[in-house]
């Protein structure tokens, strides 16, 4: 079993960064995938990134390419996410998940964290 917890949230400044942790318990995170996602009260969740189980395969959405950048330790069983630039729009709560393919759709990861608040001030 995989249970990833988030953390890094908090506010920031626009034009500001933050790093994201998602952090997990168990050899086989390793072995996983990993996405980070958000949601914004009333809206859909959405992609942002993922990376594969090495970490030298990464995807972005259009909306952060450039600015944000995942990465993984596997030693440490953590997955980062590196947030440059941020924009008042970045504000939601972002979660990360483990799954057992690269995808950008929502519906294939199996293992949610509770996710982290990121408030970016103008």
Request: net charge neutral; hydrophobic share 35%.
């Amino acid at each position: 079993q995989v249970q990833p917890v988030e953390s890094g949230g908090g506010l920031v400044q626009a034009g500001g960064s933050l790093r994201l942790s998602c952090a997990a318990s168990g050899r086989t995170f390793s072995l996983h995938p990993v996405g980070w996602f958000r949601q914004a009260p009333g809206k859909e969740r959405e992609f942002v990134a993922v990376v594969n189980f090495s970490g030298d395969l990464t995807q972005y959405a259009e909306s952060v390419k450039g600015r944000f950048t995942i990465s993984r330790d596997n030693a440490k069983n953590v997955v980062y996410l590196q947030m440059n630039s941020l924009e008042p729009e970045d504000t939601t709560v972002y979660y990360c998940a483990a799954g057992p393919i690269m995808s950008i759709v929502i519906d294939t990861y199996l293992y949610w964290g509770q996710g982290t608040q990121v408030t970016v001030s103008s």
